[in-house]
């Protein structure tokens, strides 16, 4: 019988608290109560609204095994005198208030949030897809401390120098990889790169034109005016099922110019082959194929510029070069933004809290 009364209780004090907190949301935080206007940031808390009986029961299960008894006769006179007492129907009362906040509570731990499209805003830049070549020969030493880390230096940069534009990355060798789409998010780009190593990819080829098409591909969609694709690379074309010149004509067609920047004084360079007893590094030489040719007929034929980089000065050169030459134009940037919801939550909790532990121990002259 007092189970009964406990969960009539419950949803007694349920209803208008959740008409409250409905209203608290809606009117004061001006968020619709529908699928889409809001989320939980940790859905993971609601295993607490498991926890939470299961503590009860045991709770309850010790207090049973440990409560004092009285050996009595006769209880039926007992029963009488304790029928029908007030009090009596207050404790199920206040076990459904407290029932009622903890379920507050856990909600509220869960992380409500409201959703709300971010306004649309023109942000002045341009959409630009690095295009980076990540093959075995970018560990020559030709450039200090080789070509690959200064990539990574003068990339990282170069990103740092934009933060109006939108930019994406695609990595190659023997064949080609998005590293990261259009985004606005230049931590997040600045940081991939900067986790980028040598052999994430096969690098046992230079594919350029699967690695320009790649680009393309991730422009394809860009509704902004200014389209780039910056192609850094130390060798010539040897892998891949798309021609670069193939690749150039779709970039035309697209609008989109290609920069194109060549890595290395030559064909020959120093290439680091271990180290030795006393961790000094063991240099050998290698020969990397190189076209210049290529290069500069891609960027010719999208509208672009071709550069070489034979130290990292040049490279440097290079990436400002590009810089200066970088018009801008208007792009929408849309997202959202999250506002929190946990107050509406977590103050009626604490109010029935309070209220439960005043008249439990006013009313009921015990305390929990």
């Known amino acids: 019988m007092r189970i009964l009364a406990t969960i009539g209780w419950t949803f007694a004090f349920l209803v208008p608290v959740a008409y409250v907190c409905a209203w608290a949301i809606e009117g004061h935080y001006e968020v619709p109560l529908e699928a889409g206007s809001f989320r939980f940031e940790r859905p993971w808390a609601a295993l607490l609204l498991v926890a939470a009986p299961l503590v009860w029961l045991a709770r309850a299960w010790l207090h049973h095994e440990h409560a004092p008894r009285i050996l009595l006769s006769r209880t039926g006179d007992l029963a009488k005198v304790a029928r029908g007492g007030l009090r009596l129907w207050a404790a199920p009362a ?152 193939q690749a150039a004509e779709f970039a035309r067609t697209m609008d989109v110019r290609v920069y194109t920047i060549l890595m290395g004084q030559d064909e020959s360079a120093r290439v680091q082959a271990g180290t030795d007893v006393f961790g000094r590094p063991l240099w050998d030489r290698g020969n990397f194929p190189i076209n210049p040719e290529l290069m500069r007929r891609l960027a010719e034929r999208t509208g672009g510029e071709s550069f070489v980089a034979s130290d990292r000065r040049g490279l440097e050169q290079s990436f400002h070069s590009i810089l200066d030459r970088l018009e801008r134009s208007e792009i929408e940037d849309t997202g959202r933004v999250y506002g929190e919801l946990f107050p509406a939550l977590v103050v009626p909790a604490l109010a029935l809290m309070v209220l439960e532990l005043l008249l439990a121990s006013l009313w009921l002259r015990r305390w929990p």
């Open 94 to 245: 206040l076990v459904g208030m407290r029932v009622v906040a903890v379920l507050l509570l856990v909600l509220g731990l869960m992380g409500p949030q409201s959703i709300h499209a971010r306004d649309s805003a023109e942000i002045e830049g341009i959409d630009i897809v690095l295009t980076l070549d990540v093959s075995l020969s970018m560990q020559a030493g030709d450039i200090q401390p080789n070509r690959f880390e200064a990539m990574q230096d003068v990339v990282d940069d170069f990103i740092r120098r934009r933060p109006n534009d939108r930019m994406g990355a695609v990595v190659f060798g023997r064949d080609a990889y998005t590293l990261l789409p259009l985004t606005t998010d230049k931590e997040a780009l600045r940081g991939m790169i900067a986790e980028l190593e040598l052999g994430m990819v096969d690098g046992r080829g230079t594919a350029i034109g699967n690695a320009l098409g790649t680009a393309l591909n991730r422009l394809r969609r860009s509704e902004a005016e200014s389209r780039v694709v910056i192609l850094l690379t130390d060798g010539d074309s040897n892998s891949g099922n798309v021609s670069p010149d």
